[in-house]
Antibody, heavy 113, light 107 residues
Framework: EVQLLQSGGGLVKPGGSLRLSCEAS????????MNWVRQAPGKGLEWVSS????????YYADSVKGRFTISRDNAQNSVYLQMNSLRPEDTAFYFC??????WGQGTLVSVSS | AIRMTQSPSSFSASPGDRVTITCRAS??????VAWYQQRPGKAPKLLIF???SLHNGVPSRFSGSGSGTDFTLTISRLQSEDFATYYC?????????FGQGTRLDIK
């Protein structure tokens, strides 16, 4: 069974940093690209970032480029989202996804003073 | 960025109804469209990929069609568990983009 277990959300002040983690199991992690998607409370889905299986190809939404960094550790079956210079508009539930077939449970990031 | 416009944004239907949701892309995207169902407080679930291919385990009452710029998701006979929000997504190019969502309520 595919599982994506997320951790690392929480409350942070504007300008602060957080690192989200997504630990995968139940599939051969190093053969799949991974994605991060977010959803502000009561709003729609917004693609954030994607990373290829070997980390060669990385993409970001313009709204997070230069502030967020996606990475993965295939030995640890994990993908990460390092979020710096956080803004109130980054407040959202963040989901990791295995390509687009399976999704993590989501973790809430709140940016507020 | 490619814009995905869904319609309607919300509507009400009854169990047993046949419903169709449409999604229009702002430019040609071949068949690189997926559809998702999201229930409140839950992660999205993939229903359809490649515009018309049913994801593993998804009931056959769900179907997708279209190519180019116009796409549809059809639910042939609504069941109680189908009342949720539905999103289309294009993965033809980055940035990948989602439609704004269609909320389906019980009439």
């Amino acid at each position: 069974e595919v599982q994506l277990l997320q951790s690392g959300g929480g409350l942070v002040k504007p300008g602060g940093s957080l690192r989200l983690s997504c630990e995968a199991s139940g599939f051969t992690f190093n053969t799949y690209s991974m994605n991060w998607v977010r959803q502000a409370p009561g709003k729609g889905l917004e693609w954030v970032s994607s990373i290829s299986s070997n980390s060669v190809y990385i993409y970001y939404a313009d709204s997070v480029k230069g502030r967020f960094t996606i990475s993965r550790d295939n030995a640890q079956n994990s993908v990460y989202l390092q979020m710096n210079s956080l803004r109130p508009e980054d407040t959202a539930f963040y989901f990791c996804a295995r390509e687009w077939e399976d999704w993590g449970q989501g973790t809430l990031v709140s940016v507020s003073s | 960025a490619i814009r995905m416009t869904q319609s309607p944004s919300s509507f009400s239907a009854s169990p047993g109804d046949r419903v169709t949701i449409t999604c229009r892309a702002s430019q040609h995207i071949s068949s690189f469209v997926a559809w998702y169902q999201q229930r409140p407080g839950k992660a999205p679930k993939l229903l359809i990929f490649g515009a018309s291919s049913l994801h593993n385990g998804v009931p056959s009452r769900f179907s997708g069609s279209g190519s180019g710029t116009d796409f549809t998701l059809t639910i042939s006979r609504l069941q109680s568990e189908d009342f949720a929000t539905y999103y289309c997504q294009q993965y033809y190019s980055y940035p990948q983009t989602f439609g704004q969502g269609t909320r389906l309520d019980i009439k």
